[in-house]
């Protein structure tokens, strides 16, 4: 009777830890188009790691076809052993670090989108400092939608997240960094640009269509008038519902240093700001045990110490 087959024979090379983290980053994805824009790789490219992982390994990992996406029960196993794996390389790199002080490894930053439009600049001195301070840590900064961050950073796909913040989040380190103000807007061209303020009433808001956002403040649904509000279509992304107001057939909420950065003023007029505008407080946010983690430690710092120059 032969030798059973060994799957990985001797020690784990460099090669197969990056198709660990490519098999990875798709299953978190949920599929390899997916994962295109995480991993900044091609759709092919992606396939042929999986396969080689796949051939390195002996076993089928996933299930690809018209069905979608769906690992297999080898998949699964191989999945679960990755994020152990890949949690004990991290920790390995971090007690480096600690022995040596000199900061190796990468940060991954998952930021809300359009949040440098801010004219307030310290995020950005923030990574000015972080790159002089760690000059040896490979950054990687991806822009999503406010709502895909939290996620982002609770399944791991980044190590660290700046969005808005709705209201207490124990299970994560946060850090508040700057608040945001969002106002309700009509286009040029929607009946009410032109409109007499001193003729307008909230009443008037409900006869025209509204672009949802879903980063409105939970509650403010509950408001009498805007539960009246004609909801048709959704964006939740600020450029997508920014275009659909310009269109002057929507109304809809933007942070006002959005327009005056895109220099939309006289294309767009704030409605009823005192009755309808609110704030969003964005923080910086990771997982709790990465305070023990001096690559992400140290730009919770960096932001700390632009914040405190700044003001």
């Avoid at 997916?34 to 990992?61: F, G, H, P, Q």
């Avoid at 895909?148 to 791991?156: K, L, N, R, Y």
């Avoid at 929507?250 to 704030?279: A, C, D, I, K």
Wanted: with cysteine; net charge neutral; glycine share 8%.
């Amino acid at each position: 009777m032969g030798k059973r087959k060994t799957a990985i024979a001797g020690q784990l090379a460099d090669l197969d830890l990056r198709l660990l983290r490519v098999f990875k980053a798709v299953t978190d994805a949920g599929g390899f188009t997916a994962a295109e824009v995480e991993l900044n790789l091609a759709n092919s490219t992606i396939c042929n790691y999986i396969a080689d992982l796949e051939k390195r390994l002996d076993m089928r990992l996933c299930e690809r076809g018209r069905a979608g996406f769906g690992l297999t029960e080898h998949g699964k196993v191989v999945y679960e052993a990755t994020v152990e794996l890949l949690s004990a390389v991290d920790q390995f790199r971090n007690r480096v670090n600690l022995s040596h002080g000199r900061l190796m490894g990468h940060l991954h930053l998952g930021c809300a989108e359009h949040m440098l439009g801010l004219p307030r600049a310290f995020i950005v001195d923030a990574l000015r400092h972080y790159a002089v301070k760690a000059p040896d840590v490979q950054m990687r900064i991806s822009t999503m939608a406010s709502d895909d961050v939290i996620p982002a950073v609770m399944d791991g796909r980044v190590q660290m997240g700046i969005t808005v913040l709705h209201g207490p989040m124990p299970q994560l380190r946060t850090m508040k960094l700057y608040d945001e103000e969002m106002l309700l807007y009509c286009g040029r061209g929607h009946p009410l640009f032109e409109r007499d303020e001193a003729k307008l009433s909230e009443a008037d808001l409900q006869q025209y269509k509204f672009v949802e956002s879903p980063r409105l403040q939970p509650g403010r649904e509950l408001d009498p008038v805007m539960a009246g509000w004609h909801k048709q279509v959704s964006a939740h992304h600020q450029e997508a519902r920014a275009t659909l107001i310009l269109t002057g057939q929507y109304l809809g909420f933007l942070p006002r240093h959005l327009v005056e950065n895109w220099g939309w003023e006289s294309q767009l007029r704030p409605l009823f700001p005192e009755r309808f505008g609110y704030t969003n407080t964005f923080h910086a946010i990771s997982k709790p045990h990465t305070a023990q983690d001096l690559v992400v430690d140290t730009f919770f710092r960096c932001l700390r110490e632009a914040m405190a120059t700044e003001r």
